[in-house]
């Protein structure tokens, strides 16, 4: 269920970011709140390429990989 609601957040903010939004993605992780913009998620989706670490770090603890996100997130 945990790895559940960590994929669907991951899910929901990527869809934020793709959808033109300016405002950034924050990650929460413990102590320390990380950012990241629609660039990043746009270079994801696009290449595949992750540019950003805390991109990667919700990524890594999605449960998914990233390619099965990158499909999912941009599958019509």
Known sequence: AAGLLRGATLSSLAVAAEAGTKRPVRWETGGAVWTTNSKAFKTFFRDGDI??????????????????????????
């Open 51 to 76: 540019t950003d670490r805390a991109l990667q770090s919700g990524i890594n603890n999605s449960g998914w990989t990233a390619d099965e996100i990158r499909e999912g997130m941009t599958k019509t």
